[in-house]
């Protein structure tokens, strides 16, 4: 039951809202949202906390089959947008889809310098450090938010299909090091086409995105919009859905400016 000071005829009409609404608020109501991440898939709901490549392809099916559609629509209709908030410094002792996991350390592409801290499982296998030192865990101290909503619709409720934990400093990649001499306003706009190229590659049914022009969106913004990047383009290469994208030459054309007579 849900709790209402109201008349007894609004509690059964919030009741039914209440039943009927996003899966998220039915498994908070019956989970007790205690911290449990383990049983979001049952739910048919992705899981946000630093997902992986399958479980970013696997949260793309899922957020593409709660948008129902008509037979005759498009597969690739969400906006995805991102930006990031602030966080306090601190870890979360949680129940995840590899057991009990502790979460709130700083995220990290693939092959970035430092290893990615952002969800570590606490069982581990034979052979492997059974303890970790939280005081060495660099915690993060921002949350970088990647959501979808439907723009076809006239309303669309808006899914989180990933969440990082990041630092407001960028991390270093050997990569970009060995490529560009001067890294020192480079690593952000690096990190941020490291971490976007994942998300866009597993998520086949965004065709549209959506950011502010924030100084780490450069590069971002240059390779998408066709201009030119500072960018080492070797290093574009190495980049999940980046490495896709191919130029080519549009047809020079010459638009006359319209005449508008006075008034």
Aim: hydrophobic fraction near 40%; proline fraction near 6%.
């Amino acid at each position: 039951m849900v709790y209402c000071k109201k008349s007894p005829q609004d509690c059964v009409l919030w009741e039914w809202v209440y039943r009927t609404s996003h899966p998220l608020l039915r498994w908070m109501e019956n989970s007790q949202f205690h911290g449990t991440l383990g049983k979001l898939r049952s739910w048919g709901l992705p899981m946000f906390v630093s997902p992986n490549h399958a479980e970013l392809e696997e949260n793309d099916h899922i957020t593409s089959t709660l948008f129902g559609r008509l037979p005759d629509s498009r597969h690739r209709r969400l906006v995805l947008s991102f930006d990031r908030t602030y966080l306090t410094r601190s870890l979360q002792l949680c129940q995840g889809d590899q057991g009990s996991m502790m979460v709130g350390g700083a995220h990290r592409p693939q092959n970035f310098e430092l290893l990615d801290e952002s969800k570590i499982p606490l069982k581990k296998e034979s052979g492997e450090p059974q303890f970790f030192s939280k005081d060495k865990l660099v915690r993060a101290n921002e949350m970088e938010s990647f959501q979808v909503w439907d723009c076809a619709r006239s309303s669309s409720f808006i899914v989180e299909i990933a969440a990082f934990p990041v630092l407001s400093a960028a991390s270093v990649d050997p990569r970009l090091e060995s490529m560009v001499a001067d890294t020192k306003h480079c690593r952000g706009k690096w990190e941020v086409l490291c971490r976007l190229g994942e998300v866009l590659d597993a998520a086949t049914s965004v065709p549209f995105l959506l950011c502010d022009g924030a100084t780490s969106h450069e590069w971002m913004h240059s390779l998408l919009l066709g201009k030119t990047c500072a960018a080492p383009w070797t290093g574009v290469e190495l980049i999940p859905f980046f490495n896709k994208l191919q130029h080519e030459e549009m047809p020079s054309t010459e638009f006359p400016l319209l005449h508008v007579p006075s008034i």
